[in-house]
């Protein structure tokens, strides 16, 4: 039989007692008082009856597995809520839960932690307000993991966790600022609307996303984005810039719902597709939407040098005013000749032969390169020494 309780206030021991219980918990507008810590149960003080907790051991520590769903529905948690083993010895417990565990609208005003958890089914957090540290370290969603218009009023931490399912975080809060170091997202993900009150920029290192050819990183480096930009931090700004515009490429490319194509429309969107490879090799690989000048310096020499090879070979033939006559001219001649065409100074001093078009044809292509990709340089750095 459910343990409901409705309007009420309710004891974290008669809490903790049910779930050691096995009962299936379902609270709505209550009050929590005391602290929710896994731990008394197995403090000899407290007198918790745990004959029907089940209770596992892997790797040497103990594995508690709640069977049942567990719902508090707009809550609110005076205490702390330890739902993980102790800060002193992280490695000392792990909760695993098969059923729906749902917070949905809760209020937490002590600290938060669910570390090194297991979600079997749905993680859900909706609209809950964190008022002070969340700690969500090194979990594993197995099913959706629900974030969305959640308020984390001090530090929300997700380093180390893994979501296999869908991550949903849409229009949620990091007040303080967020963890997510080593945090794996192996499904949908959504940041859409996600910001920080804080001049505080989240940690991301070695984020990773296994839907990255799909876009699906877009709203994430968004969200970075907009919290670097706010704190000064304009390098930083640029490179999620950087990867948000790439995203969005994949994005575009790809389209909505192209997993569940068939394999005739799949050939067809990418044909359809193809009309982002301007925009692929100018815009991200040459350009680097404006945050990779030296790309633009490497393109250009990288033509010059080619063009003064082609130069300096016998087939070409370019004219040397002092003798008015073809000649064969060396390397560094030939990569005068390129330098200054590629530059459009254009002194005269040498010219093609009038009746030889291949050569003519190189000299005009890389004129024209070279006034596209100078400008090109001029607006990267414009771009990037006039942010802020």
């Known amino acids: 039989m459910a343990f409901q309780r409705k309007n009420q206030r309710v004891s974290a021991t008669d809490i ?16 929590i008082s005391g602290e929710l810590d896994v731990n008394r149960l197995f403090v000899g003080e407290e007198n918790f009856d745990t004959s029907k907790l089940d209770i596992g051991v892997r790797d040497d520590r103990k594995v ?3 069977a049942e769903q567990i719902e508090f529905d707009s809550c609110t948690f005076e205490g702390n809520v330890c739902l993980a083993p102790p ?35 749905i993680a859900g957090f909706d609209g ?33 966790s893994v979501f296999l399912d869908e991550a949903r975080f849409t229009n949620t809060c990091f007040c303080k600022g967020g963890n997510f170091t080593n945090v794996r997202f192996e499904g949908v993900t959504d940041f859409a609307g996600v910001y920080s009150r ?26 970075i984005k907009q919290a670097s930009q706010e704190a000064g931090h304009y390098q930083l700004a640029g490179e999620a810039f950087y990867n948000e515009r790439c995203a969005h490429l994949c994005r575009r490319f790809h389209g909505p719902g192209f997993e569940d194509l068939s394999a005739r429309q799949k050939i067809v969107r990418y044909l359809v597709g193809l009309r982002l490879v301007p ?16 790309r633009v310096l490497v393109a250009s020499a990288l033509i010059i040098v080619l063009c003064g090879l082609y130069y300096s070979y016998g087939g070409a033939q370019i004219v040397d005013r002092a003798s008015e006559a073809a000649c064969e001219m060396e390397f560094w001649d030939g990569l005068y000749f390129s330098t200054i ?31 596209c990709l100078m400008a090109l340089f001029v607006v990267t750095l414009a771009k990037r020494f006039s942010r802020g």
């Open 16 to 31: 903790l007692q049910e779930m050691a219980n096995g009962q299936e918990i379902k609270l709505s507008n209550c009050t």
């Open 64 to 66: 508690i597995t709640i």
């Open 87 to 121: 800060w002193e010895k992280p490695d000392a417990l792990e909760m695993v839960f098969k059923g729906n565990a749902i917070f949905n609208s809760s209020v937490f005003k002590s600290q938060t932690r669910f570390s090194r958890a297991i979600f079997e089914a």
């Open 128 to 160: 809950c307000t964190f008022e002070s540290v969340a700690s969500f370290r090194q979990i594993e969603y197995r099913g959706v993991g629900l974030y969305r218009t959640t308020l984390f009023e001090g530090y929300g931490l997700f380093d180390g």
């Open 198 to 223: 804080s001049k505080s920029v989240p940690v991301y290192e070695t984020v990773t996303f296994a839907r990255k050819r799909f876009g699906d990183d877009e709203t994430f480096w968004r969200f």
């Open 279 to 294: 925009e692929l090799i100018l815009g991200r690989l040459l350009f680097g939407y404006g945050e990779r000048p030296v």
């Open 341 to 371: 065409t590629f530059t459009t100074l254009g002194f005269g001093d040498m010219y093609p032969v009038a009746d030889h078009l291949a050569t003519r044809f190189v000299a005009m292509s890389e004129a024209l390169a070279g006034a």
